[in-house]
């Protein structure tokens, strides 16, 4: 459906976000970073591509390049761009230690909402 919705009009910033989506959950992580950085610029800078930009990254194992895109994350969380919560889900895949502690996930969510 992705790939129709893309054919159909390749500026689709959600046809690109949803085939990388579809890329990940099969596995294909490289070819869903191009389609997630695509979806991304194609949005205006929307959070939702970036985030599973990042999340494929941390997969991947570029843990400097999904830092980055972290950074970026919280930098939109603080504009309001993107609910704060949002980074939240992606640190399990690379501070698993750190939020196997409630009080550390609770910590992080006070200091991203103020």
Same mark, same amino acid.
């Given at each position: 459906?992705?790939?129709?919705?893309?054919?159909?009009?390749?500026?689709?910033? =959600?046809?690109?976000? %949803? /085939?990388?989506?579809?890329?990940?959950?099969?596995?294909?992580?490289?070819? @869903?970073? @191009?389609?997630? #950085?695509?979806?991304?610029? =194609?949005?205006?800078?929307?959070?939702?591509?970036?985030?599973?930009?990042?999340? @494929? /990254?941390?997969?991947?194992?570029? =843990?400097? #390049?999904?830092?980055?895109?972290?950074?970026?994350?919280? #930098?939109?969380?603080?504009?309001? %761009?993107?609910?704060? %919560?949002?980074?939240?889900?992606?640190?399990?895949?690379?501070?698993?230690?750190?939020?196997?502690?409630?009080?550390?996930?609770?910590? #992080? %969510?006070?200091?991203?909402?103020?």
């Amino acid at each position: 459906m992705a790939h129709r919705a893309i054919m159909l009009n390749a500026n689709s910033w =959600l046809g690109h976000f %949803i /085939l990388g989506k579809t890329l990940i959950e099969s596995g294909h992580l490289q070819p @869903a970073l @191009a389609e997630l #950085q695509q979806a991304f610029e =194609l949005s205006g800078g929307s959070f939702e591509p970036l985030a599973l930009k990042a999340f @494929a /990254l941390t997969r991947m194992g570029c =843990l400097d #390049q999904a830092k980055e895109a972290m950074a970026l994350l919280h #930098q939109t969380a603080e504009r309001g %761009i993107c609910p704060p %919560i949002v980074s939240l889900w992606l640190m399990p895949g690379w501070e698993t230690r750190k939020l196997r502690s409630t009080s550390f996930a609770k910590q #992080q %969510i006070r200091k991203m909402c103020g």
